[in-house]
């Protein structure tokens, strides 16, 4: 079905990491210097201030070289090109022109707690991230505290309801498992079922199986075979149950564009859920006929 999956590269030339120097933000720097490392990219450590005063804008400056120290001690920007950036204003908007300016291929985010993305530490701006960013974002939670950052993700997880920006995310996740030599599992949940007879969801799982299987090109040459399953149920929970029992490092959802006056919250309350509780970093992808051809690459 989708046999150029085999072509397919996304770059990380540019990755940005967003902080405010919590616990929650230092996490994501780490998994931003890993990320940067594994792929030769350059590094932006971004903090915005809200005040354009110039105490603040200092104290800002001091506080980003002290983080920077701190992981030049730990030997985590060896090899690293990086950039501190420190600027006022409100916070998206000074993001959303970062990302612009430095051509950034990924952003990289920290959640506090397990109450939604909405307490990402970006605050009231995390809506527009996922809403706006034209490329991928990677949002470190709590539950990902058990995860090695330096270490590439060895099973990474992904799920589609094969619409053509879930079928994109799938295609991000074959694409780094390829090029990780990471074990990869498709998923597909299929919801407002749980009155089918045995019989019914039998035949139903398998549709869904053989859906799944047509998405993957044979050509491709993977690590292992990719896992394919197909679960009943509330999507948030069993990505998050599937992904905490097969043991997933990362996992993968492509995103459609939902303009800003939009009152849809499906798929974003979705994965919001999925964000703020798995049990691994999250990346979400959307694909590039939505928003430019600048942050993904295809070979074909």
């Not at 890993?34 to 792929?39: C, L, N, P, S």
């Not at 950039?83 to 051509?103: A, H, N, Q, Y």
């Not at 919801?191 to 799944?212: F, H, I, V, Y």
């Amino acid at each position: 079905m989708i046999a150029h999956f085999s072509s397919f590269q996304l770059k990380l030339q540019n990755v940005l990491v967003a902080t405010d120097f919590s616990a929650a933000s230092k996490r994501a720097v780490v998994y931003a210097t890993a990320m940067a490392r594994r792929h030769g990219s350059k590094l932006f450590v971004a903090h915005v201030v809200a005040s354009g005063s110039e105490s603040a804008l200092m104290e800002g400056w001091r506080a980003g070289q002290s983080e920077i120290t701190e992981h030049l001690l730990a030997n985590r920007l060896d090899g690293i090109q990086y950039e501190l950036i420190v600027r006022s204003g409100d916070i998206w908007r000074v993001l959303s022109k970062l990302i612009s300016e430095r051509e950034i291929d990924l952003v990289v985010v920290g959640t506090r707690g397990r109450t939604g993305v909405r307490k990402l530490i970006l605050g009231s701006v995390a809506e527009s991230i996922f809403r706006q960013a034209p490329c991928p974002v990677l949002t470190v939670g709590p539950g990902s505290t058990g995860q090695d950052p330096e270490v590439a993700p060895e099973r990474i997880l992904t799920a589609t309801g094969f619409a053509p920006h879930s079928i994109f995310g799938v295609r991000c996740a074959i694409g780094f498992a390829r090029d990780l030599r990471s074990s990869v599992a498709l998923l597909h949940v299929i919801t407002g079922k749980s009155e089918l007879s045995e019989d019914a969801k039998n035949k139903a799982r398998d549709e869904g199986l053989t859906k799944l299987r047509a998405l993957f090109s044979r050509e491709l040459r993977l690590a292992s075979e990719p896992v394919f399953l197909v679960e009943f149920g509330s999507v948030p929970e069993k990505i998050l149950e599937v992904a905490a029992s097969w043991g997933a490092n990362l996992i993968v959802l492509g995103l459609h564009h939902v303009p800003e006056a939009s009152k849809d919250e499906t798929t974003f309350a979705k994965a919001y859920e999925i964000v703020s509780k798995a049990s691994c970093p999250v990346l979400t992808v959307r694909a590039p006929d939505e928003v430019g051809e600048n942050s993904y690459k295809d070979a074909a």
